[in-house]
């Protein structure tokens, strides 16, 4: 999550931690929770990271906490754009294409697509082989839980099918530069 904080502080400029909660909802919601609470956490380590600062403004008679991205902070949201995916890959790679034009470079941003092209392909290809095992040991399954295994594997099916249109889908974007 600091990250994407990151990001939308150097798209925004400075921000209020109730401006980012709504820069949130409107935008990264979408692929990432974060509760007033998460935002608050996560703001307070990257003040203790020297990530970001803090200036207090006076703004209609009450006092309001202003957080702006530093040069450290800057630094370090641009290594994690370029850094290989880790986490849940689905929010790793919509936080990075949902800030993909901070990246200035045309060919910078196509290698960074790619990248999530290459790593969607290694699940894909960790979940059809898992997929195949799964099929050789059919057989084996009680009928008691056969009802149970197709559930199951229906799970898995769903995953196959989300990455492969996923596949499609970032291959084809890292096509149009």
Same mark, same amino acid.
């Given at each position: 999550?600091?990250? /994407?904080?990151?990001?939308?502080?150097?798209? =925004?400029?400075?921000? #209020?931690?109730?401006?980012?909660?709504?820069?949130?909802?409107?935008?990264?919601?979408?692929? +990432?929770? %974060?509760?007033?609470? @998460?935002?608050?956490?996560? $703001?307070?380590?990257?003040?203790?990271? !020297?990530?970001?600062?803090?200036? &207090?403004?006076?703004?209609? !008679?009450?006092?309001?906490?202003? +957080?702006?991205? #530093?040069?450290?902070? @800057?630094?370090?949201?641009? %290594?994690?754009?370029?850094?290989?995916?880790?986490?849940?890959?689905?929010?790793?790679?919509?936080?990075?294409?949902? =800030? =993909?034009? $901070?990246?200035?470079?045309?060919?910078?941003?196509?290698?960074? /697509? &790619?990248?999530?092209?290459?790593?969607?392909?290694? &699940? *894909?290809? &960790?979940?059809?082989?898992?997929?195949?095992? *799964?099929?050789?040991?059919?057989?084996?399954?009680?009928?008691?839980?056969?009802?149970?295994?197709? +559930?199951?594997?229906?799970?898995?099916? +769903? !995953?196959?099918?989300?990455?492969? @249109?996923?596949?499609?889908?970032?291959?084809?974007?890292?096509?149009?530069?």
């Amino acid at each position: 999550m600091g990250n /994407v904080i990151l990001g939308l502080l150097l798209l =925004l400029g400075p921000q #209020t931690l109730y401006s980012l909660n709504k820069q949130f909802q409107q935008g990264p919601s979408l692929f +990432y929770r %974060a509760s007033f609470g @998460s935002l608050q956490s996560a $703001l307070k380590a990257l003040l203790a990271a !020297g990530s970001v600062d803090v200036h &207090e403004r006076v703004e209609g !008679g009450r006092a309001k906490k202003a +957080y702006e991205i #530093t040069d450290a902070g @800057s630094v370090a949201f641009h %290594a994690w754009i370029r850094s290989p995916l880790g986490g849940d890959l689905e929010t790793a790679a919509l936080s990075r294409l949902f =800030l =993909l034009g $901070l990246v200035e470079d045309r060919d910078e941003r196509r290698g960074i /697509v &790619e990248g999530i092209v290459g790593e969607i392909g290694r &699940e *894909l290809a &960790e979940l059809e082989a898992f997929a195949r095992v *799964l099929d050789e040991q059919e057989p084996t399954i009680p009928p008691a839980y056969r009802e149970v295994f197709r +559930y199951q594997r229906a799970t898995l099916d +769903y !995953g196959v099918v989300a990455h492969r @249109s996923a596949l499609e889908w970032f291959t084809a974007l890292a096509g149009e530069g």
